[in-house]
Structure formats: structure tokens, C-alpha cells
């Protein structure tokens, strides 16, 4: 027999030793799963460290810890039961995974780690596990950079509602794709400018304060929107009244370092005041919920045996481990193909000569390629800009489709991108899916059309692009990418530099696709 006391200690200790062995196999299954991933996760750490949109990275991790120690009492309820079908998730997920490697798609393969950590912690641990870290679980997707997706979007959008502020107030704007002249001078929608940073900084914050100040879901719901909303709607004032400050101020204020400042005060101040009323509505201090198993105490953790726990870790494990196996393999075969790519102008065809004086001092921002040629020709009056750029056994700074990849960086000194779309263009007997950009200098116009060649197939979507490349590689039939571009000048209208680029295409792409075929060793 025990004293009360005895019994009151010994059903105490009980309880602590459940709650650290849930919390424990919680924290073990993270781990399992992050170091088989782990180049994965230092690509990630890698983003954390040198970009500032994503420094909040390295707090998502410690926060998931904390908010699985702080249910640990509930955790410590539920019993034990591998949930078997959990290992098809794992399979496909590491798949999904497998294929974003082979097609060098970094944010995929990031966002699939995380998302074999919830199918694992099911798989080993039960579905309730897995349910009732739902949250935590979710609130580790923060840790991968992603958004930048959004930027060319969200600037466009901004663009668009400050010009249309401008007007509506009154100040004449002529507008160029982002750049705009206003009668005091000249703005342009950058990166920065894009609110990207705001919206991430808020959605963030906004879960976490969500989860911890509501119980309802709608409201948590509600506010997690008002978290997204609010910083778009703010990014655009904030872009409006600061033009209109250097407008009404000569260009004395909201310019350079000022610029920044004013933004973040604006947003800091907008961030405070939802808050302020989101916490008007706050649940944290009505009691919790009344959790029926709660006081239930059982010295052993109940449901599946510890042998069926840990067949479903090994399981897991294996199944998790067997796509980074396969995707080494695919690498070591790729980094033992050491053979020297050398690209040659393609040969004059259809009335084209290469020529030795170049049309353009422009170059598409395009790095990374094995080799490359940007050469003029000529046919008659006609001039077209070709560059073509050859990709094999890709890697990041090594990759033919990237957003660094473009025609025109940001802040360039002389050139701009003053608008992009993409279409199909009738080249020959053949539709040829292009992305048609213009650039401007002061001095020239260029008109720009280019695409891919991934798998023997012309793609401009670079998902459909990466997809080709992932299926090839992963059938071992190499990643080779080829960028094909073509530029030619106008004056007024760019139909007649359109007509010339058509025709070059239909003369020169046998030629193009031969040199092309060399390089490679075809």
C-alpha cells in the first residue's frame, strides 16, 4: 500500500515521463527526416543567412520545438499507432522531391522536406499525432523562401495602382511598362518596391499571433486574411505617398535612404494598428477546451507495441531515404561526364551572313551556360541579334532556367525592359511558342523573342520546361537545355523587326539546331 502522497508523487512522475517521451519522439522524427534531407536543409540555411526577406527562417524551426513542447500534455494522451498507409505519402513526397532535384527546382524540393516531416510523424507515430501538431506543422512551411513567384505580380500590381493614384489626383504620368515620368521627375517599380518583404514579415507574424490570441478557427481564419491583405493594400499607399512626397517636395524627400525608411515606418505603423485591433477580439484568456483524456494517466504509453513503432520508423526511414539515393546516383553519373562543350556560330543559311560588326551593344543577363555565341546577321537591309547558350549536367549558378536569366536586370545603367508578354508565333509551316520582350536604351529599340529547348521540345513556360528536364534526368537521359534568343531593332513600330525575326528563324533554325547538335556531340 502507498500513501496518498506516494501515489500523488508516482502518478506525477508518470505523467512527466509521458509527456518527454512524446515530446521526445516527436523531436526524433524532425530530426530523422531533416538529416536524411540534408543538403537540402543547408541550401535552405544557406537563403537564411544572405537574404533578408528570409532571415526569419532560422526562428522557424525553434518555434516549431517550442509550440510541440508546449502540447506535450496532449500529446501524451494519445496513443501509439503506426499509420501504415502514411508510408504511400512519404513515397510520393519523396518523389515530388526527387523530380525538384532532378529539375534543379530549389523551393519544391525544400517545401517537400517539410512536407515529409507532417507524412513521417503520421506514418511512425499515428495520424493523431500528426493532427494535433497540425499547426506546428504548418507554421514550418515559413521556413522555406518562397514567394518570390510573387514579385513580378506584385510589382506590376503596384505599378498599376500608383499610376492610377497619380492620375486620379491629378498628376500626369507617362508610363513605360514599370518606369514612369511624372513632371518633377522619374520613378520605376523595383523589386523593392514590390512588398514582397512586407506581406511575408506580416503573414508570419499574423499566424503566430492568430494561433496564440483566438481558439475559434474562423477568427483565426479572418485574421491570417487580414495578415495577407493589409500589406498588399498598405505597399500600395505606401508606393503613392511616397511619389507624391518627392512630387510635392521637388525630389527633396522620399528619395534614396529616405525612401526605405518611410517604408518601413508606414508598414511598421499599419502592422501595429492590425494588431491593435485584432487583439480587441483576442480568445486567450477564455478556459481552453476540456480535453477528455487529459487526466488520464497510464505509466505506459498505450496502443501499438514499441517493436511496431519502430518497424514503422525503419520503414519510414528507408522509403524517405531511398529518393536522395537515387538522386546521388543520378548526380555521380552527371559529374562523370566530363566532356568538353565547344559552341560555333551556326552556318550562313537562307540569305543570313554572320557579320562581324554587332547590331546591338545589348546582352541578355544570361550566365551559367557550358557555351555560348551571341554573333549579327544580315540579309540584305535586315539585322538580327542571335544568342545561343548551351546547358549540361546543371547546378545552382549553373542552370538554364532561373529567374537571374533575363534580358534586362533591374537597375540597369542604360537598358530597361518596358514590357513582356508570351505567345505563339507562325514561323514557317510551325507554331513557335516564344516570350516577346522590349528593351530600350537611349539610342536604340530592340524587340526580343526567346525560348527553350529542353528534350528536344520549344517550351517558353519554364514550368513545362523544368518538368521535360526533370523527366529526362530522372530516365537518364541527361538535362541538356539550350536558350535560343533573337533581337532586332525598330524605330516607331516593331512589327517590321518582328517580320525580319520571323523570317530568320525559318532560315536559320536548321542551321541553329546543327551547331547546337555538335556542341553536344550528337
Known amino acids: 500500500m502507498h500513501s496518498e502522497p506516494q501515489l500523488e508523487l508516482k502518478i506525477a512522475q508518470a505523467a512527466t515521463q509521458r509527456h518527454w517521451r512524446a515530446f521526445g519522439l516527436v523531436m526524433l522524427v524532425l530530426v530523422a527526416v531533416l538529416a536524411v534531407f540534408w543538403p537540402t536543409l543547408r541550401a535552405m540555411a544557406e537563403i537564411w543567412n544572405r537574404s533578408e526577406t528570409f532571415t526569419h527562417g532560422w526562428l522557424v524551426i525553434p518555434a516549431f520545438v517550442w509550440f510541440a513542447w508546449e502540447r506535450r500534455q496532449r500529446l501524451a494522451t494519445i496513443p501509439l499507432r503506426p499509420f501504415w498507409p502514411g508510408l504511400i505519402a512519404v513515397g510520393l513526397i519523396g518523389f515530388g522531391w526527387l523530380v525538384a532535384n532532378a529539375a534543379s527546382v530549389a523551393v519544391v524540393e525544400q517545401l517537400a522536406m517539410i512536407a515529409m516531416v507532417a507524412a513521417s510523424l503520421a506514418a511512425v ?40 493614384a497619380l492620375r486620379l489626383t491629378g498628376v500626369p504620368v507617362h508610363r513605360e511598362g514599370l518606369f514612369f515620368v511624372i513632371p518633377t521627375g522619374s520613378w520605376s517599380v523595383v523589386e523593392g518596391c514590390s512588398g514582397l518583404r512586407y506581406l511575408i514579415a506580416s503573414v508570419t507574424v499574423g499566424c503566430v499571433f492568430a494561433y496564440l490570441y483566438y481558439r475559434s478557427i474562423w477568427r483565426r481564419l479572418a485574421f491570417i486574411a487580414a495578415s495577407i491583405a493589409v500589406p498588399i493594400v498598405a505597399n500600395w499607399a505606401r508606393a503613392y505617398i511616397i511619389v507624391m512626397l518627392g512630387h510635392l517636395s521637388n525630389n527633396r524627400i522620399a528619395a534614396g535612404v529616405d525612401h526605405l525608411i518611410y517604408g518601413w515606418v508606414f508598414f511598421g505603423l499599419v502592422m501595429l494598428l492590425l494588431f491593435w485591433i485584432g487583439a480587441r477580439w483576442r480568445e486567450d484568456d477564455e478556459p481552453a477546451p476540456v480535453d477528455p483524456g487529459a487526466g488520464t494517466v497510464n505509466v505506459a504509453l498505450p496502443g501499438a507495441s514499441v517493436a511496431s513503432v ?34 560555333s556560330p551556326p552556318a550562313d543559311a537562307g540569305g543570313w551572313q554572320l557579320q562581324t560588326e554587332q547590331v546591338t551593344r545589348w546582352r541578355p543577363r544570361y550566365g551559367g551556360a557550358k557555351a555560348s555565341v551571341f554573333e549579327t546577321y544580315a540579309r540584305g537591309e535586315q539585322r538580327v541579334a542571335l544568342y545561343v547558350g548551351v546547358y549540361r549536367n546543371q547546378k545552382p549558378g549553373e542552370e538554364l532556367i532561373t529567374s537571374t536569366n533575363i534580358m534586362v536586370p533591374q537597375k540597369h545603367p542604360v537598358w530597361r525592359n518596358v514590357g513582356e508578354s508570351t505567345r505563339r508565333e507562325t514561323v514557317g509551316n510551325a507554331a513557335l511558342p516564344i516570350k516577346r520582350t522590349l528593351v530600350r536604351s537611349p539610342d536604340q529599340r530592340l524587340v526580343v523573342w526567346d525560348w527553350f529547348v529542353v528534350a528536344g521540345e520549344d517550351v517558353v513556360n519554364p514550368y513545362l520546361a523544368k518538368l521535360l528536364q526533370a523527366r529526362a534526368q530522372i530516365l537518364g537521359r541527361g538535362d541538356d537545355g539550350v536558350a535560343i534568343i533573337v533581337a532586332a531593332p525598330y524605330d516607331e513600330s516593331p512589327e517590321a523587326a518582328e517580320q525580319s525575326l520571323r523570317e530568320f528563324i525559318a532560315a536559320m533554325r536548321g542551321s541553329i539546331d546543327a551547331a547546337v547538335a555538335k556542341a553536344f556531340g550528337q
Do not use: C, K, N, S
Not at 515559413?142 to 518570390?148: K, L, S
Not at 538522386?327 to 566532356?339: G, I, M, S, V
Open 125 to 164: 507515430l499515428g495520424w493523431r499525432f500528426a493532427w494535433e501538431l497540425a499547426f506546428p506543422l504548418a507554421f514550418l512551411f515559413f521556413a522555406v523562401p518562397m514567394g518570390e513567384a510573387l514579385i513580378p505580380p506584385m510589382m506590376e500590381m503596384t505599378a498599376d495602382v500608383t499610376i492610377a
Open 310 to 343: 519502430a518497424a514503422a520508423a525503419v520503414a519510414t526511414l528507408l522509403v524517405a531515404a531511398a529518393l536522395p539515393a537515387w538522386a546521388a546516383y543520378l548526380q555521380h553519373q552527371a559529374d562523370a561526364d566530363t566532356r568538353v562543350i565547344a559552341l
